[in-house]
Structures are given as structure tokens and as C-alpha cells.
């Protein structure tokens, strides 16, 4: 007796299995399709069994804000610090500064007491005002208002602004870019030796 050979599903499937001439295997089209059905059916069980992203995870994935490649070698070493071991520059009568100095920019925590005024003046550098504490009036070139905890300034290079404290006190985050020379000048100076730290 003929042994029977069991056929696989693409022989089955070959129009010409049987037929005189017929090759017993499936024409290219078919292996095609088989192949590309096979391939989808992986590609949705990995998915199916791989962890989505969170749409926030997805993303910082797509952004490049967070990427890990570094363009550059780091040009100084980080740093930590705490404010109240910065010293402080005492710049006038309740006016007092504890400036941070990075390799573009520059810091500087603002203590104003009450009845202080920094007066109006002008600079090349930019700068941002952040309100941290209190209450401040704040003149930005002719523009006067009363800023309180979270309000911020952007100034502009050259722009003349101000400010004064009337009952309560304020403290406020000054960033300059670049550095502020007139501040680094004061720094530099012998009578920075006489600055206080944590007080």
C-alpha cells in the first residue's frame, strides 16, 4: 500500500498540487503571504506582551530635553550647596546678597528688610527676578507694581528698573546672564573679606 504523506498547509494550498507539472510547492504568493502573516502575528505578540509607556514616558522617550548622549566632555565638576552657608555680601542698610557664581550665569539670593530700596539703575546683563517671600514694589522701566510670593520679572538688557520694600520684608532669586560684572567687581574687592557667612 502507498504511504499517505501529509501535506503542509501551503502544499494545500498550491493550485497546481497534483496537476501535471505542478512543482508540489506553494507559488511565491502564497509564501509571501504566509511569511507576512507570520511576521505580523510576532510583531502583535510582542507587543502584546511588551509593557506600553505611559504617555508621559513616551514622550521623554520622543524628546530630546532628557536625552543621555553627551555632545561634550562636562567642562567642571557639579556642586551642592546650601544657602545659609553661602556668604552673604552686605550691600547696604537691610540689604544683603549671597551670590552663587556658575560658569554663565550667576545667582543671587536677595534679602531686602523693611523700608530697603534698591534704587533704579541699568545693566548689560540680563535678568530674572523671582519673588521667594514678602512683598516688593517693583518699578520695570516707568511700570510699577507690587509683587508678591512667585511673581517674576524678566529684564531685558539696559531696561531701568528697581525696587523697595515699604512694611514687610521680601526675598527674592536674582539670575543674571552673563555674570553681573558689578557684582563679580564687588566680590573681587578687599572689602568682600569682610562678608559674613551664615548670618
Known sequence: ??????????????????????????????????????????????????????????????????????????????????IDGVPSVHMSEGLDFRPLLGQRMLVSFVSFGPHVEAPKHTHSEEQVVIVLDGEIEFDLDGDVRILHKWDVVVIPPWVPHGARTRESSCRELDVFCPPRRALLELLASPDAASTESGS
Open 1 to 82: 500500500m502507498a504511504s499517505l504523506s501529509r501535506a503542509s498547509p501551503v502544499d494545500a494550498l498550491d493550485p497546481r498540487r497534483g496537476q501535471a507539472g505542478g512543482s508540489g510547492r506553494a507559488p511565491a504568493w502564497i509564501a509571501d503571504t504566509g511569511r507576512a502573516v507570520f511576521d505580523d502575528n510576532a510583531q502583535n505578540l510582542t507587543s502584546y506582551y511588551k509593557q506600553k509607556p505611559t504617555p508621559q514616558e513616551a514622550a521623554l522617550e520622543a524628546s530630546e530635553y532628557f536625552s543621555p548622549q553627551s555632545a561634550q566632555q562636562p567642562t567642571e565638576a557639579g556642586r551642592f550647596f546650601n
